[in-house]
C-alpha cells in the first residue's frame, strides 16, 4: 500500500481562483503533516505544517486535516502565476522514530 | 534568513568510485536528513540522524552509504562504490526540532557515469 497518495496532475486554475489540493496517507498514527512547494530543478520549501484536526490558515494558505479519514489538503487563495510549481504532501510515520516521507506531488499550473 | 549550503552543485563521478556530498545544516539545528530524488520522481527518504547517530534509515541506505558529522558545522553523505542507479539530486535538510518542518538545502546533483 502507497504511504502517501497524491493526484499527480497538472492541476491548471485561472489566476485568482482558489487551487485544491488533496493527499491521503496510510498510516493511521501519523501525527506530523506538512506541505511542501517544489519549483521545477530546486529545492522543497516549507510552506505548511499541521498537526491537529482542522484548518490552519496562512496568508493565502489553508491546510486541513481530517485524521479519520487520513486526508489533508492544500487550499490556496487568490491564486497567483509565481505559485505554479509541485506541491509535496508529506506525512510523518508513527511507525519509525524521526521519518517524514513525501507523496509523489501534484503540479498545478495557474493560467494568467 | 539561515540556509542550509550543500556543496558540490553537480558532481560528475565513474561508476565503482568513491563521493562525499557535504552539508552544512542550519547552525541551531539538531535534526539532520539527508532525501534524493531521481528524476521525474518523488522525494524519497534516505536517514535521519540526532545526537551523533543515526536515528532511522530507509532500504535505499544500504551498506554503500555512510552519514558523518565529522565536526560542529557540516554533515556528509558518502557513497562508497557508486552505481549508475545512485544518479540522482541529492538534497540535505535540517530541524530545530524532531518531527517539525524541515529547511532543505539546494541539493547536489550527483551523475554517474
Known amino acids: 500500500q502507497k504511504e502517501v497518495e497524491q493526484n499527480s496532475g497538472p492541476l491548471s486554475v485561472p489566476e485568482g481562483a482558489i487551487a485544491s489540493l488533496n493527499c491521503t496517507y496510510s498510516d493511521r498514527g501519523s501525527q506530523s503533516f506538512f506541505w511542501y512547494r517544489q519549483y521545477s530543478g530546486k529545492s522543497p520549501e516549507l510552506i505548511m505544517s499541521?498537526?491537529?484536526?482542522g484548518d490552519k490558515e496562512d496568508g493565502r494558505f489553508t491546510a486541513q486535516l481530517n485524521k479519520a479519514s487520513q486526508y489533508v489538503s492544500l487550499l490556496i487563495r487568490d491564486s497567483q502565476p509565481s505559485d505554479s510549481a509541485t506541491y509535496l504532501c508529506?506525512?510523518?510515520?508513527?511507525?519509525?522514530?524521526?521519518?517524514?516521507?513525501f507523496g509523489p506531488g501534484t503540479s498545478l499550473s495557474v493560467i494568467p | 534568513e539561515p540556509e542550509v549550503t550543500q556543496t558540490p552543485s553537480h558532481q560528475v563521478t565513474q561508476m565503482g568510485q568513491e563521493v562525499i556530498l557535504r552539508c552544512v545544516p542550519i547552525s541551531n539545528h539538531l535534526y539532520f536528513y539527508w532525501y534524493r530524488q531521481i528524476l521525474g520522481q518523488k522525494v524519497e527518504f534516505l536517514v535521519s540522524?540526532?545526537?551523533?547517530?543515526?536515528?532511522?534509515k530507509s532500504e535505499i541506505f544500504d551498506d554503500q552509504f555512510s552519514v558523518e558529522r565529522p565536526d560542529g558545522s557540516n554533515f556528509t553523505l558518502k557513497i562508497r562504490s557508486t552505481k549508475l542507479e545512485d544518479s540522482a539530486m541529492y538534497f540535505c535538510?535540517?530541524?530545530?526540532?524532531?518531527?517539525?518542518?524541515?529547511?532543505f538545502g539546494s541539493g547536489t546533483r550527483l551523475t554517474v557515469v
Open positions: 508529506a506525512v510523518d510515520l508513527k511507525t519509525s522514530y524521526d521519518k517524514v516521507i
Open positions: 499541521i498537526y491537529s484536526n
Open positions: 540522524f540526532y545526537n551523533n547517530e543515526i536515528s532511522e
Open positions: 535538510a535540517s530541524s530545530d526540532r524532531e518531527r517539525f518542518g524541515y529547511t
